[in-house]
């Protein structure tokens, strides 16, 4: 059983950064693709980015430019550099295989864009 954990979410003003990152226990981490997903306040959780076992990368439109996914499969982990952040980006942020597998979601971490 995988478990996944992020972390990095905070509050930030418009215009900032920030630095997400989800550790993977258990050593078949490196051979699925992963993504970023978020879930804002009463909308459906939507699918941000995702990154193969091999380093390929896809983005939504509406993060295109501006969010980096990656993956260090040394350390089970995956990250998603987000820049020039906007409001519509204030969400609770998850990472899973993709497509999700439902026991792999962790409790998420909460980014805030605010002034």
């Known amino acids: 059983q995988v478990q996944l954990v992020e972390s990095g979410g905070g509050l930030v003003q418009p215009g900032g950064s920030l630095r997400l990152s989800c550790a993977a226990s258990g050593s078949i981490f490196s051979i699925y693709a992963m993504g970023w997903y978020r879930q804002a306040p009463g909308k459906q959780r939507e699918l941000v980015a995702t990154?193969?076992?091999?380093?390929?990368?896809n983005y939504a439109d509406s993060v295109k430019g501006r969010f980096t996914i990656s993956r260090d499969n040394g350390k089970n982990t995956v990250y998603l550099q987000m820049n020039s952040l906007k409001p519509d980006d204030t969400a609770l942020y998850y990472c899973?295989?993709?497509?999700?597998?439902?026991?792999?979601w962790g409790q998420g971490t909460q980014v805030t864009v605010s002034s």
């Open positions: 899973n295989k993709q497509p999700p597998i439902a026991p792999w």
């Open positions: 990154v193969t076992h091999g380093g390929t990368t």
